[in-house]
């Protein structure tokens, strides 16, 4: 399932504070650990794709 940025930052708080919870096996752990490194990336790939429109649109403002 995709998840837009709001979704994937809800998912990431959730990984942390159950990482942070300490209750879980290593296994378990390192499963969230790979899914928040997953999400991590794919909200960072969203930001530098929305920093880009908002570029795009300030450029095309400029030359009107």
């Known amino acids: 399932m995709d998840m837009n940025y709001e979704q994937s930052v809800k998912r990431l ?3 942390v504070s159950t990482l942070e919870g300490g209750n879980l096996s290593l296994d378990d752990s390192l499963k969230l650990y790979e899914e928040g490194a997953v999400l991590s990336e794919n909200c960072r790939k969203m930001l ?17």
């Open 13 to 15: 708080e959730e990984i």
């Open 48 to 64: 530098s794709q929305a920093k880009l429109k908002i570029k795009n649109i300030n450029e095309v403002a400029e030359d009107d």
